[in-house]
């Protein structure tokens, strides 16, 4: 049997997610509020639709353009910032309604920062969220939200995000702006294709656990990401405020995460993932990481 993918929220990772499935020869549906994302869709094969989810009616209306398949494959990548208050539990209603029997997973892209603010220390998937600040515990608050649904609900908690049109610090560099913090914090990132290619693996693999941490697994210092990503954009060096420490430095460790999902990024560093975003790599452009794994079971 094979799944229809529903994306639901197609933004950054959306319809790269979208390109990758459709690669794979997997049908899509996508909504999205964009209308340049919406042809994005259309034109790699995607059978989007432009709606406000949290308008119930057009929600519903929406999802019935759907519901002919017999299996649903659901990806859930809206940020916490998008959802007011109340407004996820009606989502979560009227999906359920739609699609009954016929929801066969969820995937929900989360955020490591239901770690907390972070004092240096190491996490992994197993790590328990510390709810330390109002960010964290509405992250946990929204991912507890999902699991009430059950064992089809999947949560990937994602490092920082960049690609190609999303480089973390280029505004501030390009205007000479100072950071806040000494530099000496420490971030984490996942390349958008590899995040789109985990949250497939995380929706197949046999072994995952309902809760997966994903990184590039190259946890870097932020004044040396600053300092290359300074240098690949002929700008000026960073500069830091040293008076304000940055919430969230921590290091995440995926490898157990890695190992569940029989996945690994096809961008390990942020030195290879910023050529490639800024076109400053031979093979820029796309990263060559397919979307279904062919370690991992594809569902049929």
């Known amino acids: 049997m094979q799944y229809f993918n529903l994306i639901i929220g197609a933004g950054f990772v959306g319809c790269v997610l979208a390109e990758q499935l459709r690669g794979a020869g997997l049908e899509v549906g996508a909504l999205t509020r964009s209308n340049a994302r919406h042809a994005r869709l259309e034109n790699c094969g995607a059978h989007p639709r432009a709606v406000d989810i949290f308008d119930n009616r057009v929600f519903a209306a929406a999802l019935r353009d759907y519901v002919r398949h017999d299996?649903?494959?659901?990806?859930?990548?809206?940020?916490?910032?998008?959802?007011?208050?109340g407004h996820l539990d009606t989502v979560i209603e009227v999906l359920r309604?739609?699609?009954?029997?016929?929801?066969?997973?969820?995937v929900v892209a989360s955020s490591t920062g239901v770690y907390g603010?972070?004092?240096g220390e190491q996490v992994s998937?197993?790590?328990?969220?510390?709810?330390?600040?109002?960010?964290?515990?509405r992250i946990f608050g929204i991912e507890r939200a999902w699991q009430r649904l059950g064992s089809m609900v999947r949560i990937c908690r994602l490092a920082g995000l960049y690609?190609?049109?999303?480089i973390i610090g280029e505004r501030q560099l390009r205007a000479?702006?100072?950071?806040?913090?000494?530099?000496?914090?420490?971030?984490?990132?996942?390349?958008?294709?590899d995040a789109a290619a985990a949250l497939t693996a995380h929706a197949e693999s046999k072994h995952a656990y309902?809760?997966?941490?994903v990184t590039d697994g190259s946890p870097v210092l932020r004044k040396h990401l600053y300092a290359h990503t300074a240098e690949l954009l002929g700008a000026p060096a960073p500069q830091f405020a040293g008076a304000t420490r940055v919430r969230g430095s921590r290091t995440c460790d995926p490898q157990l995460s890695f190992e569940r999902l029989g996945w690994r990024p096809a961008i390990g560093s942020?030195?290879?993932?910023?050529?490639?975003?800024?076109g400053n790599s031979p093979a820029s452009g796309r990263a060559a990481n397919p979307a279904v794994n062919p370690a991992i079971d594809k569902g049929t």
Do not use: C, H, M, W
Request: glycine share 10%; charged share 30%; aromatic share 10%.
């Open 163 to 166: 690609g190609p049109g999303r």
């Open 176 to 193: 000479g702006e100072s950071f806040d913090g000494n530099g000496d914090e420490t971030i984490n990132l996942i390349y958008v294709d």
């Open 125 to 137: 998937a197993a790590t328990i969220p510390k709810l330390d600040n109002d960010r964290a515990r």
């Open 117 to 119: 603010e972070g004092l």
């Open 97 to 106: 309604y739609a699609f009954e029997e016929r929801l066969a997973r969820i």
């Open 210 to 213: 309902a809760v997966e941490l």
């Open 71 to 85: 299996q649903i494959r659901v990806f859930f990548l809206l940020p916490p910032s998008a959802l007011a208050d």
């Open 270 to 278: 942020y030195k290879e993932g910023l050529a490639r975003a800024l």
